[in-house]
């Protein structure tokens, strides 16, 4: 009796979870197809696979992420507004559901930006321009500061410009080309005791650059000009 009765139980408790993995696996299927197609470049077969998924479970975080980065590359494809305005839908889904999502920002900063839709960046700049640095390890963290900070200084909007390009290096994007673009902040503006002291700590975070000897040159031919 005892021992029915342990039976009983066991396969009260194993019956769901033999549900719950079924269903995990069906859904990690469908997304190790769409990464799959996504890695082969192969879109129209990644958005689909992703639709699959997402139909399983309509709250997964970065589904609608990658669906919108797949409709990006398809618009840099074929030029088909379509595929542009479904990358936009997808990304403000996907933030509508997670906020927070700083992948999500950065590319639909930077799907604006490829757009020549720069004007749209700034509607968005008050609601995702948060201060807190990221704690994952995304190379990309950061890009949208730094594409505003380029919109900025195209404008001659240097002060602007600058600040955007320190956000980009606070939160860690290619500290490199922020760098580079302040130190050619700081040149155009004759602001030399900037230079130097930015040249400095540029060599200091990434070593003797070619592009900042290059900076460096630049100015030393400038003072002997």
């Known amino acids: 009796m005892i021992l029915k009765r342990f039976l009983f139980y066991l396969l009260f408790l194993l019956f769901p979870s033999i549900f719950v993995i079924n269903s995990y696996s069906q859904e990690s299927v469908n997304l190790q197809k769409a990464n799959l197609f996504l890695?082969?470049?192969?879109?129209?077969?990644?958005?689909?696979?992703y639709l699959r998924s997402l139909k399983e479970n309509p709250y997964k975080e970065n589904i609608r992420k990658d669906i919108a980065y797949s409709y990006f590359k398809l618009w840099e494809q074929t030029k088909l507004p379509s595929m542009y305005k479904k990358s936009i839908d997808y990304l403000e889904e996907e933030l509508s559901l997670f906020p927070k999502n700083e992948d999500a920002i950065d590319f639909l900063f930077f799907?604006?930006?490829?757009?020549k839709r720069e004007?749209?960046?700034?509607?968005?700049?008050?609601?995702y321009d948060m201060e807190i640095k990221t704690e994952n390890e995304n190379l990309n963290s950061g890009l949208r500061f730094f594409i505003l900070g380029i919109s900025f200084k195209k404008r001659k909007i240097l002060k602007e410009a600058e600040n955007y390009f320190n956000k980009?290096?606070?939160?860690?994007?290619?500290?490199?080309?922020?760098y580079i673009q302040l130190l050619d902040i700081y040149l155009t503006q004759n602001k030399?005791?900037?230079?130097?002291?930015?040249?400095?700590?540029?060599?200091k975070e990434c070593g003797s650059q070619p592009e900042f000897l290059f900076m460096e040159a630049l100015r030393l031919s400038l003072i002997h000009i």
């Open 39 to 49: 890695d082969m470049r192969e879109y129209r077969p990644a958005i689909d696979y």
């Open 111 to 115: 799907v604006l930006y490829k757009g």
């Open 119 to 127: 004007e749209e960046m700034f509607h968005y700049l008050k609601k």
């Open 168 to 178: 980009a290096l606070y939160r860690g994007y290619n500290p490199i080309v922020c």
């Open 192 to 203: 030399l005791s900037d230079f130097k002291r930015t040249l400095k700590e540029a060599i």
